[in-house]
């Protein structure tokens, strides 16, 4: 029972919200409409490809990708004409370019200044107390409550 569970876990991957009427008739174009649709980001769901989002915008995108490639242009000219409408925003994996630098260098500015604030937190910290030896009466004492040694 317990094994059934966990195999249909291993077996439950997210479902394409594409639906069955937008899909090219054409198998090699649908194939590139999906590829395609993978690598555009759903502007309403943000973290989704457009293939994945059941939004009505990706929807919108989705069937405009497959007018696009069912138009003749390749993939380069459909996500050029996407990217047009939309910025670059839309790509899932946006180049590096004036606009797009702080969506690539703010994850690494966030890690450094994190890192710069640790270190100047660790300095302005009182430094620990050196390791002194026990007085003869805190020896004592010590001794007491441990009990007799062996």
Request: net charge negative; proline share 6%.
């Amino acid at each position: 029972m317990r094994s059934a569970a966990v195999f249909a876990l291993l077996l439950a991957t997210p479902a394409a919200a594409v639906l069955p009427d937008e899909m090219l008739p054409d198998a090699a174009q649908e194939q590139r409409a999906r590829a395609l649709s993978k690598d555009l980001r759903c502007v309403v769901c943000q973290n989704q490809s457009i293939d994945d989002s059941d939004a009505p915008l990706a929807r919108d995108l989705r069937l405009l990708v497959r007018e696009q490639i069912a138009a003749g242009k390749s993939d380069a000219a459909v996500r050029e004409y996407v990217v047009e409408r939309y910025g670059n925003f839309v790509l899932l994996k946006p180049p590096v370019e004036g606009d797009t630098l702080l969506l690539w260098a703010g994850p690494f500015a966030v890690l450094l200044l994190g890192g710069a604030g640790l270190i100047l937190w660790q300095r302005r910290r009182p430094a620990a107390a050196a390791d002194t030896a026990l007085t003869a009466a805190e020896q004592a004492e010590l001794d007491r409550l441990s009990g007799p040694s062996d």
